[in-house]
T-cell receptor
Framework: DAKTTQPNSMESNEEEPVHLPCNHSTISGTDYIHWYRQLPSQGPEYVIHGLTSNVNNRMASLAIAEDRKSSTLILHRATLRDAAVYYCILRGLGYGNKLVFGAGTILRVKS | EPEVTQTPSHQVTQMGQEVILRCVPISNHLYFYWYRQILGQKVEFLVSFYNNEISEKSEIFDDQFSVERPDGSNFTLKIRSTKLEDSAMYFC????????????FGPGTRLTVL
């Protein structure tokens, strides 16, 4: 199964940027890096994904290291609604269709 | 915006009883999934389904579990004889394509086995 390493928890102040790191040193050349999050008492939801280049969407930005062994999810201005568990997941032909969730990073946002 | 729906939101059952959890995936999606999350633990993959067949299943998905797409809209998970350890949140998900496509999750069904 795909291996990613994330910090157990992080804390942020409201309206400040948050950088959530993920290490994936065994990533292969065709693996995509996906991020999902799970708000309290809800199902997981897709945040963003990328392959090699940095990516932006309305929810977040994804910065991918040049060697692709790590990536960082960036929330530009954290809100209370962003308090959730964030999962970094590798996806590719070697992993089938399933999402393999680790423990993720619990993000706490203080007002 | 289209969304995955699940019913019921909470199901309470006695050990040994059969339960059926229901999901309505997003209408143009072709791949369907069930995951579960025991309280305080990780989200775990159970099964994926495509073209009326199971395409992949985990070790958790033993003979007590089955899935079905009985009509063009519903996708169901049946547990034949529930055990205490089946108590969990069960999430249905769907996607247009496989492998790297985004999966959209429903709100979940909380199953409590007494």
């Amino acid at each position: 199964d795909a291996k990613t390493t994330q910090p157990n928890s992080m804390e942020s102040n409201e309206e400040e940027p948050v950088h959530l790191p993920c290490n994936h040193s065994t990533i292969s050349g065709t693996d995509y890096i996906h991020w999902y999050r799970q708000l309290p008492s809800q199902g997981p939801e897709y945040v963003i994904h990328g392959l090699t280049s940095n990516v932006n969407n309305r929810m977040a930005s994804l910065a991918i290291a040049e060697d692709r062994k790590s990536s960082t999810l960036i929330l530009h201005r954290a809100t209370l609604r962003d308090a959730a568990v964030y999962y970094c997941i590798l996806r590719g032909l070697g992993y089938g269709n399933k999402l393999v969730f680790g423990a993720g990073t619990i993000l706490r946002v203080k007002s | 915006e289209p969304e995955v729906t699940q019913t019921p939101s909470h199901q309470v059952t006695q050990m040994g009883q059969e339960v059926i959890l229901r999901c309505v995936p997003i209408s143009n999606h072709l791949y369907f999934y069930w995951y579960r999350q025991i309280l305080g633990q990780k989200v775990e993959f159970l099964v994926s389904f495509y073209n009326n067949e199971i395409s992949e299943k985990s070790e958790i998905f033993d003979d007590q579990f089955s899935v079905e797409r009985p009509d063009g809209s519903n996708f169901t998970l049946k547990i034949r004889s529930t055990k205490l350890e089946d108590s969990a949140m069960y999430f249905c998900a769907s996607s247009v394509a496989a492998v790297t496509d985004t999966q959209y999750f429903g709100p979940g069904t909380r199953l409590t086995v007494l």
